[in-house]
């Protein structure tokens, strides 16, 4: 299995050693010729509006549109964002998931903050069921999920931090900051 | 399920998330609208740029924090401010006002000669210059959650970048090499913590993101200090005071992604208007330096 990690801005490189950790061929993607032949792609942290702009500027949104028809896309804070059909203010997005998120939920880096989320669909991995610790920074919140996209986790308030559409995934916390596969593996079976 | 707020995986984590990316010092709400239009991950929120530090003199301090506070409402991109070395006072009041990134600067005069800030005792997290290995390690020993070079700011002349960021990663370089019961010796001959030259030896780079900073004024300077290993770039005086900041910001965030693609290089290099004036550091009298500020 290929996996690309869109390598415009942001945490790459934390998912690309993820992806290898897990015995899968990693390549960056900043240019529409580098999705040829990917099994999946990841999105990763940063910036939206940065990684919105370069995807604009470098022609990436259209190819990005219609790979993700076909294979398992996940956005991983600005990823999830770029993933949604809805941010509530002009930026661009790839418009695949029945989504509505809003930005910088929690307010500024001071509110950013580590939990631990229970999240069945991860049982499978690893020996034993245990709750998943999540890294959330200036992270978005998954507003309402709509059409066949499906509520995947929440905070113990019920807000919505991850979700799933088919083979889409999006979650506002960032998995590739820390040393726990089992959120990698999830996605790599939508990709399989 | 309760949360933890402000520890080190979450203070580092912004700085993941700025990497391969351009912060942009600006001195008003407008400049900061058009560094987030033209890409920017974060901008540092500043009364004068460095180059204007160094032509009016006097003591440098840190801005207002109304301007700041105007730069927060201005864009939604993260807002990082600078205090003195040492001004431990100054980081209290940043924090209090909400900046997500302070950079405890040489650019500013510092107000202690001997130490730096406790920065294990914010929630903000604190971003530092350093030159050499040694002086990283210790800054993140006082709790710095991002490094990036000096260089030599308000110059546009990327050489003295070029020598921060190749003295910290060579001494990297070194480092993986040095037999492991030689480790306390070098850590007591660069005067950093031994258990983060151990952990900086078992990573194969500094523990935290490191940017470049200091001189960077063109496309080709960001993209020289991304090729030579950086996770980043700050770009101060070199945008807004050069003849078409808008274009040239954008020129840089497109550079900095495509560091090692020399045809988009060049075309994102083209046309750009003037550059700023710059002043060539060879010429420049010792006292008018300001990377040997900090300890």
């Not at chain 1, 990693?26 to 792609?41: I, N, S, T």
Request: proline residues 5%; negative net charge.
């Amino acid at each position: 299995m290929k996996i690309g990690v869109l390598a415009l801005q942001g945490d790459f490189l934390e998912h690309i050693q993820m992806l290898q950790r897990l015995g899968v061929e990693a390549v960056e993607v900043r240019l529409p010729k580098h999705l040829d032949g990917l099994d999946g792609l990841i999105i990763p942290g940063g910036e939206s509006t940065t990684i919105g702009k370069l995807a604009v500027d470098f022609g990436l949104l259209d190819p990005l549109r219609q790979f993700g028809q076909t294979h398992a896309i996940w956005g991983t804070c600005a990823g999830a964002i770029l993933l949604s059909k809805d941010i509530h203010r002009p930026q661009p997005l790839l418009e695949l998931m029945d989504i509505t998120v809003q930005r910088n939920a929690f307010g500024r880096q001071v509110n950013s903050f580590e939990a631990d989320l229970d999240i069945p669909e991860l049982y499978r991995f690893g020996e034993q069921p245990r709750p998943y610790h999540a890294i959330f920074i200036r992270a978005p919140i998954i507003e309402s999920v709509s059409g066949s996209a499906r509520v995947l986790a929440t905070l113990p308030d019920g807000r919505i931090v991850a979700a799933q559409q088919g083979h889409l995934l999006a979650t506002s916390f960032h998995p590739e900051l820390t040393d726990d596969t089992r959120f990698h593996e999830y996605f790599l079976s939508l990709a399989d | 399920m309760e949360q933890q707020v402000a520890t080190f995986a979450v203070k580092k984590g912004l700085a993941q998330m700025l990497k391969g990316g351009v912060i942009m010092d600006v001195v008003t709400p407008e400049q900061a609208r058009i560094a987030e239009d033209a890409g920017a991950v974060a901008v540092m929120a500043l009364e004068r740029v460095p180059a204007d530090i160094r032509a009016q003199g006097g003591v440098a301090r840190m801005s207002d924090p109304e301007l700041i506070l105007k730069i927060m409402d201005a864009v939604t991109i993260p807002v990082m401010a600078k205090c003195r070395i040492g001004h431990f006072v100054e980081a209290q009041i940043l924090e209090a006002i909400g900046v997500d990134y302070i950079d405890e600067s040489e650019v500013l005069t510092p107000a202690d000669e001997e130490h730096h800030i406790n920065k294990h005792l914010f929630k903000v997290p604190f971003v530092c210059g350093a030159r050499n290995l040694g002086e990283a390690l210790r800054r993140i020993g006082e709790g710095a959650a991002m490094i990036r070079t000096k260089g030599e700011a308000g110059t546009g002349d990327v050489v003295e970048a070029v020598r921060h960021a190749r003295a910290v990663l060579g001494e990297i370089r070194r480092l993986q090499n040095m037999p492991d019961e030689e480790l306390m010796a070098y850590a007591k001959s660069i005067g950093a913590p031994y258990e983060l030259v151990v952990e900086t030896k078992r990573l194969g780079r500094l523990p935290v993101v490191n940017f470049a900073a200091g001189g960077i004024a063109t496309p080709a300077d960001a993209a020289l200090m991304m090729q030579l290993g950086m996770d980043g770039v700050f770009v101060g005086s070199g945008i807004f005071k050069s003849g078409n900041p808008a274009k040239r910001a954008a020129a840089i965030v497109k550079a900095v992604t495509h560091y090692n693609d020399p045809a988009i290089l060049a075309e994102v290099s083209r046309n750009l208007g003037e550059p700023m004036v710059g002043r060539n550091i060879s010429q420049m009298p010792e006292s008018e330096r300001i990377a040997g500020r900090g300890w």
